[in-house]
């Protein structure tokens, strides 16, 4: 019997125990032979659904044929029918120090890393790829590990599992002031970026790059100065002879890694079955909302509805409460009135949340992305809807996936599907995910992620080029920054630290810095925080006019320095809750309430806490340049920076929020927490905090005690 035969007959309505031998000697063709295992582990996958029509007899084959297709994991609930050499395999695949049983792949390469090998591991979302961090931690063989991971949501997702797997076993770090403890063993979970400002990583054992795919610099689905900031932290571990493991979905290659001995494995295994329905449809979002009411009403179970951006999540989420697709469930209410209070009452992702509907996109304050997921993961709601900022990484517990529409600008690409797709089913929950795809499928095409530094070229940007230490160059790479200094009007050593800005716009703001400097203004000397509106604005103008220029920061509403200062400043003074009702009171062309509340959270969370501080610091640079060639007093303008990156908060209270604890809440214990200038001991008096005896509702005395339970 084909593989399709088998579909057919599983899928049947009359699928029953009389049919079931059949369909085992069938899996069990397809599993013995080489080229068609991977169809057997999915038939096997799919007869593990329906074990409960199986005698004793067929479930002793069927345990058998588990074994074959190596998931060993769902031998566990079967074991008691079991052969003794199955039950030796199942052994064999127990790891004690985790209490897991590793599936095939997973053993296999634990087997390569253990050895020592350096691994580059392309497999899908449902493969398991991260439990082997845990086994390389749990191994004892290491002493400083480090894990790269793209996103800060990420980063306290595994610091969570950790600190439940490992306790004071291991010291997690995962903020730029945390200092590892000496003797002993540590684990850093880091973005790349706060891995590249570290000096105490010079003698790492073992490090892990998630989602290795984001190296690669010219596919321009991301920021390219991020991915330029991963090639360098994997060349700064890298070379310094730490072992190293790197894990991603449907990569079909890398190219670049030459300098180091590399095991790339890609892999198709697959712990779940997944069912795709392809709807074919057009373009048109109101026939698309109909159909994903026709979806949901037929009582699906957890769904993620995934969509190109924040606004087609709001035009969903509407559709879907007119629609009341469902029933709203009370655990959520005390959810929805703290969302509207602390944001808005008609902030679309409040109402949702009161329909029993998350919203999940990129410019959610990170405390609240998590809360949806937690929601979501719990069964307190049963949809969610997301964006790819959920579909990188992070972990959900979904048994269907509906893929809305298309990416913004263009339609997504088999990379993306393939992924999307991955994040259907669950191991030892949902056996068979489900996937809808409500537009055309594109069409296959290989991925091949490209590590810029050992590849480089004349496309290669100069920006990561000029963080290279010359060994490491090309003889034409070099050329090319010779050729870049030479045109300069600055100092090497600011170019070089400023080499995310072109050499271009920053001799135009060196050339505006020195004409008034030598006419004697005092707009730039300023240090500290203690500077004047005028002084700060004149900095935000060469920001917005040549750094983010131009038009850089027009999605954020902001088209001039001086409306940047203010903004800062009454973001600053006011708080943020006053901050974002003046501005959604500010009406403009083609605008909502709810846009304009998305515009308010992007802009804190990209501009102010991210953007504004680095352009800040090129700023600083180059006035320091050209004040001390003229002999004038420099500003420095660094604490200001590191004060907006942490929205005007203590750098201690403003990282709660990483693990999980609104700035909210944060700001009503701050007293509780003083003194601030050490963040593990802010840590230590969270963690020991009496929730009852602290002015907050029970809501938010819930939500802090779900943080204190993950320190």
């Known amino acids: 019997m084909s593989y399709d035969l088998i579909r057919a007959e599983l899928d049947a309505a009359d699928f029953g125990a009389d049919r079931m031998f059949a369909a085992l000697r069938g899996a069990a063709r397809l599993a013995n032979n080489p080229a068609t295992l991977g169809e057997g582990r999915d038939i096997v996958i799919r007869l593990l659904s329906k074990v409960s029509l199986c005698g004793e007899f067929e479930r002793r084959i069927l345990i058998s044929l588990v074994r074959t297709v190596g998931l060993f994991p769902y031998m566990k609930e079967q074991l008691a029918v079991a052969e003794d050499d199955d039950l030796l395999a199942y052994q064999f695949h127990y790891m004690a120090e985790l209490d897991v049983v590793f599936h095939g792949l997973q053993a296999r390469i634990y087997d390569l890393l253990m050895s020592g090998s350096n691994v580059v591991l392309s ?89 290795f795919y984001k190296l690669d610099i010219r596919k321009g689905d991301d920021d390219e100065r991020r991915a330029i900031e991963l090639n360098l932290c994997f060349h700064k571990l890298a070379t310094r002879g730490a072992q190293f493991y790197l894990l991603g979905p449907n990569i079909h290659s890398i190219r670049g890694l030459d300098r180091h001995e590399v095991h ?122 997301c964006t790819s900022t959920l579909i990188e990484g992070v972990n959900t517990a979904a048994e269907t996936v509906i893929i809305f529409d298309r990416r913004k600008r263009s339609t997504f690409d088999f990379f993306t599907y393939k992924n999307i797709q991955g994040r259907a089913g669950r191991m030892g929950r949902y056996f068979i995910g489900k996937v809808h795809v409500l537009e055309k499928p594109p069409a296959e095409e290989p991925f091949v992620v490209e590590y810029e530094i050992g590849r480089q070229d004349d496309e290669t940007p100069m920006e990561l080029l000029l963080q290279l230490p010359e060994e490491d160059l090309t003889e034409d790479s070099s050329e090319r920054i010779k050729n870049e200094l030479s045109r300069s009007l600055l100092a090497e050593e600011t170019i070089r630290a400023n080499a995310s800005v072109s050499v271009e716009i ?85 605008s909502t309430l709810g846009s304009r509340i998305e515009v308010v959270l992007r802009f804190v969370r990209r501009v102010v806490c991210y953007q504004f501080s680095q352009d800040l610091m090129v700023i600083d640079r180059i006035q320091r340049d050209v004040a001390l060639r003229l002999g004038v007093a420099p500003g420095n303008y660094g604490l200001y920076a590191e004060h907006a990156e942490n929205l005007f908060m203590p750098a201690s209270l403003n990282a709660l929020e990483e693990y999980g604890l609104p700035l909210q809440i944060v700001r009503k214990i701050a007293n509780a927490l003083a003194p601030h200038e050490d963040f593990d ?31």
């Open 123 to 211: 497999a899908s979302t449902s493969a398991g790829k991260s439990l082997l961090i845990d086994a390389m931690i749990a191994s004892g063989k290491f002493r400083k590990v480090v894990i790269i991971l793209p996103t800060l949501a990420l980063i306290d997702e595994i610091r969570r599992r950790l600190t439940g797997r490992f306790g004071r076993r291991r010291q997690i770090i995962t903020q730029p002031s945390q200092q590892a403890a000496a003797g002993a063993k540590s684990v850093y979970v880091l973005t790349q970026e706060r891995a590249r400002k570290r000096d105490d990583l010079d003698d790492v054992d073992f490090f892990v790059i998630d989602e």
């Open 264 to 385: 790339f494995i890609p892999s198709g295994f697959a712990t779940v079955a997944v069912d795709i329905v392809h709807h074919d449809m057009s373009i048109s979002k109101p026939e698309r909302l109909e159909r994903l009411v026709e979806i949901l009403g037929g009582k699906t179970g957890p769904t993620l509805i995934y969509c190109q951006s924040a606004a087609s999540a709001a035009t969903i989420a509407e559709h879907l409460i007119g629609n009341e697709i469902v029933e709203p469930p009370a655990a959520t209410i005390p959810t929805a009135e703290w969302l509207s209070e602390n944001f808005h009452a008609e902030w679309i992702v409040a109402k949702a949340v009161r329909a029993g509907i998350g919203i999940h996109h990129g410019a959610l304050p990170r405390s609240v992305q998590q809360l949806m997921v937690r929601l979501f993961n719990s069964g307190a709601i049963r949809l969610l809807v």
């Open 506 to 590: 920053q001799n135009d703001i060196a050339r505006e810095i020195e004409h008034r400097l030598k006419q004697g203004s005092e707009l730039y000397g300023w240090s500290g925080l203690r500077c004047s509106h005028p002084q700060l604005a004149a900095a935000c103008e060469l920001i917005v006019g040549h750094i983010r220029a131009p038009g850089g920061l027009a999605e954020h509403r902001v088209f001039s320095g001086s409306q940047l200062a203010f903004k800062l400043r009454q973001l600053e003074y006011d708080g943020f809750k006053s901050f974002l009702d003046a501005f959604v009171k500010e009406e403009y062309p083609n």
């Open 681 to 711: 001991g802010v840590l230590t008096r969270l963690k020991r905090l009496d929730s009852g005896e602290l002015d907050l509702t029970q809501f938010e005395r819930d939500w802090l005690v779900d943080t204190q339970l993950a320190i």
